[in-house]
């Protein structure tokens, strides 16, 4: 990742903005990864279904009929892309518990490579401790990202790490629910027939921007932003705590869920990533992801895990 860190944004960090012209793996697995800038977030009777789960709130079961037993196949794939030499992206997952995880790591030499990999397996490998404890899959994941903040925060204290940390976007399968989890830019994406929306909220200084209405989202991809575009506001790591947004989705049979760093949303609008998938078969589409990422620049490495919901 070629992104910086910050916490503070106050009205004087707000530059003046012009228009500008813009210049697959079996089973468990923990492997390295990929990065990019946000899309607008729409609604749709498609994604009813969504929806902000706070992660210590009890669970409240649904009346009528017993849920879909859905299954999750997943493809995944990492590439350094275009101009960078190494690769600070992870990903991982263990379909046996159901969980999957992009992290796109920050930090001066080796580090960022140190932070996504080490965020990636504490992740993967807390979630799996906590099967079957009883415990709701919100509140695992929650105990998961917090126990790869720690990770990384306590490695982050060594002199060479010293700065270092990661984002993360992470799902985790709750019966026929899927809630996801993100801290930074690496997004989440849900797809289903030629419709894609994204799903989670980018915590970036650009996506500040649009909040407070400095950019719109239609100028905000062409915007000269004086080196800005890279700034993230939330990161994995960077403190001793960490605060993740959560989210809930409704899955049926057919529905995709797409989960990247900013290497790839930086250079596909939403109805590309839909139409790239609809057109390819599923252990290809990422790869057609990447490699559409990589001739439109692909400055920072790119990466992507695909779901898709499958009846049991």
């Not at 996506?207 to 080196?227: F, V």
Request: with cysteine; charged share 20%; hydrophobic share 40%.
């Amino acid at each position: 990742m070629n992104e910086d860190f910050t916490n503070e944004l106050s009205p004087s960090d707000i530059p003046s903005v012009e228009p500008a012209e813009p210049a697959s793996l079996p089973g468990s697995a923990l492997a390295e990864a990929s990065d990019s800038a946000p899309e607008p977030v729409s609604s749709d009777s498609l994604f009813d279904g969504l929806r902000a789960t706070d992660p210590d709130a009890p669970a409240i079961p649904s009346a009528g009929a017993e849920p879909t037993r859905l299954r999750l196949a997943v493809s995944a794939l990492s590439d350094v892309g275009c101009v960078r030499t190494n690769n600070e992206d992870s990903f991982g997952y263990d379909e046996s518990v159901g969980i999957y995880v992009v992290c796109d790591g920050m930090g001066g030499m080796a580090s960022g490579e140190v932070a996504s990999s080490r965020a990636v397996a504490a992740i993967v490998n807390a979630f799996a401790e906590s099967a079957g404890s009883g415990v709701a899959v919100s509140t695992r994941l929650l105990h998961a990202i917090n126990t790869a903040n720690l990770d990384v925060w306590e490695n982050g204290q060594v002199p060479e790490n010293k700065g270092m940390g990661t984002t993360a976007v992470v799902a985790a399968l709750d019966g026929d629910k899927l809630i996801l989890g993100n801290v930074g830019d690496s997004r989440a994406y849900i797809v289903q027939g030629d419709q894609c929306v994204q799903l989670t909220v980018d915590h970036s200084y650009v996506n500040e921007l649009i909040r407070n209405g400095t950019l719109t989202i239609e100028n905000a991809r062409h915007a000269d932003l004086r080196g800005m575009e890279s700034i993230i506001t939330r990161a994995v790591g960077v403190a001793a705590d960490v605060q993740p947004d959560f989210f809930s989705v409704d899955l049926k049979p057919g529905i995709g869920i797409l989960l990247a760093t900013d290497g790839l949303t930086r250079y596909l609008l939403q109805d590309e990533i839909a139409a790239i998938l609809g057109a390819s078969p599923f252990d290809s589409a990422c790869y057609n992801l990447i490699e559409l990422a990589k001739q439109r620049g692909g400055q920072d490495n790119i990466t992507c895990i695909l779901l898709h919901a499958l009846p049991a």
